[in-house]
């Protein structure tokens, strides 16, 4: 399991554990050591160096692009929201409180009233949707926000999983029909599955929340679970069916086509920095990490080796072959003089930069060069003619085969289980996610989370036919659920 792990004073050598025996301590080391992520000064918190901020602006402009073409338009809402506000919403309100962070004083004087940063942003949002909308013809609403925000962990803040400030999208969209809200659903999971596949090469489980894991103030929550090399599931990107909870606690109302008030129909949904954590979990290896070529900061690197006697022309070649690939890939030259070939192999392993291109007297010489691919260690010879198309076929290929490695481990450690027995005899050898039938009970899966640890994740939206019996109370069962210790 990973843990907040304190690493002052580290050294700045390569990974020193196997992600095997410490996975832990390995992914730690990973984040600080590739220069993906430095720790913030404030406890709980990082500072995403370009690398990470790189792949994570790539996963916003995928996104976004994919929601203006649908019709969602981007809004931004302030981070400050007052204490009067969070309180209109319950639910709401007791689902964020221990996690919100305040704001009482400004220069010497103390607030009249104090203002929550922004742990989500439905209750500082609503008001105005209120103000806007006044009949069907302002519906639907769509908007959406990409923004920071506070949650105060307390439990166990760890690098990019849980921290205690993170980067999101927030999608708030407002329709005049329950239906037309419930249709979003399958567009925005649609959206961020594409995004975890193609970017992150990343495969989760989709699902309904459970009443006891939704989101607070939801009629419905979904998700897209994802699983973890050491066998503990993390929740990925989500979407929150919120029927007319906050329109009746914001009195955001319309004018139907009949002429009558009716209070409107909420969506709420996120994808989070969070998934870049994932991605180094399950992609990373003991070298370092490991990048998606589509996230990737840098594409490939190019490394002359230039011995005594052929240094000009090896640097001369390796500049040919950097002219050539920038134009279309993340290039880098890497011409320091005052490092070795094998530190640079090293360091750019560490890195995860997807292909490395070694050229050296005898590429210089024959007009070709070694390309190495990071994920699997794979050389081969590329003519000098071919080197863009052959580097770009090489990335695609890495891209796919990231993504089916994620899928066979997702595929693996999946397990189908009929009794308790077997269930907890799977969690304590295998871990992994475990697909039970489930009686419904919101007693029966509080009482499997106590006594194992193990919480329903999700319940798949297609469900089978069902002749199978609860796995803890023995009663007939309403639903297959997907089962694991989760982050």
Request: proline fraction near 3%; charged fraction near 30%.
């Amino acid at each position: 399991m990973l843990s907040g792990v304190n690493l002052e004073n580290e050294k700045s050598e390569g990974i020193t554990v196997k992600k095997s025996e410490n996975f832990s301590e390995w992914y730690s080391q990973v984040l600080t050591k590739s220069e993906f992520i430095d720790y913030g000064i404030v406890s709980g918190t990082v500072v995403f160096k370009p690398s990470s901020y790189f792949a994570w602006q790539k996963i916003v402009e995928f996104v976004n692009n994919e929601f203006v073409k649908d019709g969602v338009e981007n809004v931004y809402f302030s981070m400050l929201i007052p204490e009067s506000l969070l309180e209109r919403e319950k639910t709401h309100f007791k689902g964020f409180n221990p996690e919100v962070a305040w704001v009482t004083e400004a220069g010497k004087s103390k607030l009249k009233e104090r203002l929550a940063v922004r742990p989500t942003s439905e209750t500082i949002m609503y008001p105005s949707f209120a103000k806007w909308i006044r009949s069907w013809r302002d519906l639907p609403m769509r908007y959406n926000q990409w923004n920071n925000v506070i949650r105060w962990e307390f439990k166990n803040p760890t690098p990019l999983i849980r921290t205690r400030e993170f980067l999101w999208n927030e999608g708030h969209t407002v329709y005049a029909s329950k239906e037309e809200a419930e249709n979003e659903r399958d567009f925005v999971l649609g959206v961020y599955q594409k995004a975890l596949a193609e970017l992150a090469a990343l495969k989760g489980v989709v699902g309904r929340k459970t009443e006891n894991e939704r989101f607070a103030g939801a009629v419905n929550s979904y998700s897209i679970e994802l699983l973890l090399p050491d066998g503990w599931a993390l929740q990925g990107p989500d979407f929150h069916n919120d029927g007319q909870n906050f329109s009746k606690a914001f009195d955001v109302k319309f004018l139907n086509r009949e002429g009558k008030y009716e209070y409107a129909w909420q969506n709420t949904y996120a994808i989070s920095t969070r998934v870049l954590g994932a991605m180094v979990a399950v992609h990373g290896d003991d070298k370092g990490l490991v990048l998606p070529p589509n996230l990737a900061y840098i594409q490939v690197v190019i490394v002359p080796i230039m011995k005594k006697g052929s240094e000009r022309t090896v640097l001369e070649f390796s500049q040919q072959i950097y002219s050539e690939l920038k134009t279309k890939y993340r290039t880098k030259l890497d011409d320091r003089d005052y490092y070795s070939p094998g530190y640079k192999y090293n360091e750019w392993e560490l890195k995860g930069v997807p292909i490395r291109i070694e050229i050296g007297a005898k590429e210089a010489e024959g007009r070709f060069v070694t390309a190495v691919r990071r994920d699997n260690g794979v050389k081969s010879k590329i003519e000098a003619s071919k080197v863009k198309e052959d580097i770009g076929k090489a990335m695609e290929q890495m891209q796919k085969d990231m993504l089916e490695r994620a899928e066979k481990l997702l595929k693996n450690n999946m397990h189908e289980v009929k009794s308790y027995e077997k269930f907890k005899e799977i969690l304590k050898e295998k871990k992994g996610i475990l697909v039970a039938p489930w009686c419904g009970e919101s007693e029966c899966e509080l009482k499997i989370k106590e006594e194992t640890g193990a919480k329903i994740l999700n319940v798949p939206l297609d469900q089978m036919s069902l002749d199978d019996k609860c796995i803890y109370c023995g009663k007939k069962a309403k639903y297959v659920a997907n089962f694991a210790r989760s982050y």
